[in-house]
C-alpha cells in the first residue's frame, strides 16, 4: 500500500474570504487593517528595490507598514509584518514569505 503525502493547497481569495466569514466584525476590520499594511509593505519593498535607496519606511504614529527580519534565539531571519492602527504597534509573523 503506498502512502499518499499529504499536500498542503494554496490558499485562494474565495476561500481566505469563506474562513473570513466565521470571525467577528472586530476580526474582520482587524484582518482588513493588516492586509492594507501588507500590501503597503510590499509595495514600499519593491519601491525601494526599484530605487536601490536604503531608506525604509518607519512604522510610527503618523502609521506606515513594513516587513522586518529578525533573528529568534539565534534562528531565522523570521518576517514580521509591523505597523500601527489606532495608536497600537501590530506585529505579525509572515509564516510563508521568502526573502
Sequence with gaps: MSKRKKTESQP???GMLQQATQLSKNERIDLLTGLKALIEAIDNKEDEEDTQ????P??????GARI?????KGYGPYPYL???HEGKYRSYYLK????
Design 68 to 72: 522586518e527580519w529578525k533573528t529568534v
Design 58 to 63: 518607519e512604522c510610527g504614529s503618523r502609521g
Design 53 to 56: 535607496e536604503e531608506s525604509r
Design 82 to 84: 509591523r505597523f500601527r
Design 96 to 99: 510563508h514569505l521568502t526573502r
Design 12 to 14: 485562494t481569495v474565495e
